[in-house]
T-cell receptor, first 110, second 113 residues
Framework: GIQVEQSPPDLILQEGANSTLRCNFS?????LQWFHQNPWGQLINLFY???GTKQNGRLSATTVATERYSLLYISSSQTTDSGVYFC????????????FGTGTRLTIIP | DGGITQSPKYLFRKEGQNVTLSCEQN?????MYWYRQDPGQGLRLIYY???????QKGDIAEGYSVSREKKESFPLTVTSAQKNPTAFYLC????????????FGQGTRLTVV
């Protein structure tokens, strides 16, 4: 099946800093989503972005489908940005399931 | 409000007992999914359903069972055959399975005592 790798696994930043999270996938996809898992475990939808670029406030994401990667940018980090960020994809061919990466744990220090 | 509701939020079970986790959605979505998350790990797919009365096994279906008798409901039963059931369980839905955005419920934390 499709493989999804996220980097870095852990990231610790000072409040106000910018960050870039990366998601690499091993096959062509028709769905790519970024989620933020809050301290209570809930998955919050950030972006649905199988290709192209989107922005929502301090967050933006870019997916280059032909090169099989996606980037999530967080600018001017706040402590509320802390948590785990997951990338998930659905492969174009084969089993049509949403496959998750192992996540990036982001900690923002005041 | 439209959304996905999982209940209960916390569940304690004695070893050897079956337990059923509820997942209801009022988004009129066709596809529904169950995932399991262990501490510090990503999400792994247990079962998914594309339409009523149809479902498929995911990567870790052993020890679990599901039903899809109604479009809005997809309950998950954790049976006594599941060797390590303590985990966080998340339910999701999407309009269709392929290429559409999935949304998640708030999860059920199951502890076997």
């Amino acid at each position: 099946g499709i493989q999804v790798e996220q980097s870095p696994p852990d990231l610790i930043l000072q409040e106000g800093a910018n960050s870039t999270l990366r998601c690499n996938f091993s096959d062509s996809v028709n769905n790519l989503q970024w989620f933020h898992q809050n301290p209570w475990g809930q998955l919050i939808n950030l972006f649905y972005i199988p290709s192209g670029t989107k922005q929502n406030g301090r967050l933006s994401a870019t997916t280059v489908a032909t090169e099989r990667y996606s980037l999530l940018y967080i600018s001017s980090s706040q402590t509320t940005d802390s948590g785990v960020y997951f990338c998930a994809v659905v492969a174009n061919f084969g089993n049509e399931k949403l496959t998750f990466g192992t996540g990036t744990r982001l900690t923002i220090i005041p | 409000d439209g959304g996905i509701t999982q209940s209960p939020k916390y569940l304690f079970r004695k070893e050897g007992q079956n337990v059923t986790l509820s997942c209801e959605q009022n988004l009129n979505h066709d596809a529904m999914y169950w995932y399991r998350q262990d501490p510090g790990q990503g999400l792994r797919l247990i079962y998914y359903s594309q339409i009523v009365n149809d479902f498929q096994k995911g990567d870790i279906a052993e020890g679990y069972s599901v039903s899809r008798e109604k479009k809005e409901s997809f309950p998950l039963t954790v049976t006594s055959a599941q060797k390590n059931p303590t985990a966080f369980y998340l339910c999701a839905s999407s309009i269709h399975q392929k290429g559409t955005e999935a949304f998640f419920g708030q999860g059920t934390r199951l502890t076997v005592v």
